[in-house]
């Protein structure tokens, strides 16, 4: 069994976000960490790496930097690591990112390939999706619970207040959401023998079947119209002279106002 893992480096919001001026994120001048989605599709992947024993391979796209991702990946125990960079592919969208990424797997034999439902730097939850429609295969997204039985997959899909259970055969992507399991922790033999381990290093002369039309920023048909950092809520109206149910009165009388209550 032949898993890809496709994983991306984003910023520590906790760190604050930086903007080009352009309105793209500035990527080299923030923290980063490995998707939290994305950590769980690898988690799911090693998991089934312990019990069939399968290959896993985990590729992101992004910077030079970029590559401490799959190092961390690799330390927790993904076999090797794929990073696709070049400079045309800067500022990317959802589309002409799964493009790219999609363009880099045609390159490889895989029987599940696991994304994150979604990247804390842009909540779209497209990309998955928009991939597994470039190759052509099935896709299994929200992914609760994923289970193999032969040449198919049955995942526990989250569905608002259910679930779905789906099979499908291989190969198929699924995407996962952070609920999906606890991933493991880097180990420190895993450590070392990340770092002894070359990347691979692709770029556009690397990606099959695209078009440089539908890559990067040119590529790209999401235009951003204004970009600001979180926008900081005031102090609020204090009352500091009230006795209780003075102060439960005006409370209630505020949230009538607003049409709260």
């Known amino acids: 069994m032949n898993i890809v893992v496709c994983i991306k480096q984003v910023p520590d919001t906790a760190g604050g976000v930086v903007f080009n001026p352009d309105g793209t994120l500035n990527r080299a001048a923030m923290l980063t960490i490995m998707n939290p989605d994305d950590k769980a599709g690898l988690e799911a992947a090693l998991r089934l790496k312990d019990q069939y024993g399968a290959h896993v391979t985990v590729l992101t796209m992004g910077l030079p930097k970029a590559e401490d991702v799959l190092r961390e990946a690799m330390a927790m125990g993904a076999d090797d690591g794929i990073l696709v960079t070049d400079r045309v592919l800067g500022g990317a969208d959802t589309w002409a990112t799964s493009t790219t990424i999609a363009g880099a797997l045609r390159n490889l034999d895989y029987d599940i390939i696991f994304t994150g439902r979604q990247?804390?730097?842009?909540?779209?939850?497209?990309?998955?999706p928009q991939i597994a429609e470039h190759l052509g295969i099935p896709v299994i997204?929200?992914?609760?619970?994923?289970?193999?039985?032969?040449?198919?997959?049955?995942?526990?899909?989250?569905?608002?207040d259910r679930y779905h259970e789906i099979k499908a055969k291989m190969p198929?992507?699924?995407?996962?959401?952070?609920?999906?399991?606890?991933?493991r922790y880097m180990t420190p033999g895993g450590i070392f023998d990340a770092y002894d381990k070359e990347i691979t290093v692709w770029g556009r002369k690397d990606l099959k079947d695209v078009d440089d039309a539908n890559l990067g920023l040119k590529g790209s048909p999401t235009k951003i119209a204004k970009a600001s950092d979180k926008v900081r809520k005031g102090a609020g109206e204090k009352k500091t002279d009230?006795?209780?149910?003075q102060a439960v009165d005006y409370i209630m009388s505020k949230l009538e106002e607003k049409h709260i209550v």
């Open 119 to 128: 990247a804390i730097d842009g909540d779209t939850a497209q990309v998955g």
């Open 141 to 160: 997204s929200y992914a609760e619970e994923v289970k193999v039985e032969g040449d198919s997959v049955i995942v526990k899909r989250q569905y608002e």
């Open 172 to 183: 198929v992507l699924i995407t996962a959401l952070s609920e999906l399991n606890e991933p």
């Open 242 to 245: 009230l006795d209780p149910k």
